[in-house]
């Protein structure tokens, strides 16, 4: 079992920067593949970045590259993903989530199976 906590969501204007972190525990001993997902109201849980347990491969959406990036701690066991550049089409509920796939970065939504609670962002123009 993975336990998984977000923080960092909150209110921004658009153009403004938030910081998302996730604390990874439980499992068996660290070293699986972790990633952001964000639900819009309306809208299909998507993807928008993941990184490898070993942090050496990394996935961004189309829709964040240049303006988000994704980084993990293995020691710690924790994964950040840095937003720039926010617009309101970034407001949704984001979610950390763990596969214990320990391969390259995985962006199949079914290998993530430990899911956090969601943090919200909400960017106003």
């Known amino acids: 079992q993975v336990f998984l906590e977000e923080s960092g969501g909150g209110l921004a204007q658009a153009g403004g920067s938030l910081r998302l972190s996730c604390a990874a525990s439980?499992?068996?001993?660290?070293?699986?593949?972790l990633a952001w997902f964000r639900q819009a109201p309306g809208k299909e849980r998507e993807i928008i970045a993941a990184?490898?347990?070993?942090?050496?491969?990394?996935y961004l959406a189309d829709s964040v590259k240049g303006r988000f990036a994704i980084s993990r701690d293995s020691a710690e066991n924790t994964v950040d993903l840095q937003m720039n550049s926010l617009n309101p089409d970034d407001t949704a509920v984001y979610y950390c989530a763990a596969t214990l796939w320990r391969g390259p970065v995985t962006i199949t939504t079914a290998s993530y199976i430990y899911w956090g609670l969601g943090t919200q962002v909400t960017v106003s123009s």
């Open positions: 990184i490898s347990g070993s942090g050496s491969t990394a």
């Open positions: 439980g499992g068996t001993s660290g070293g699986y593949g």
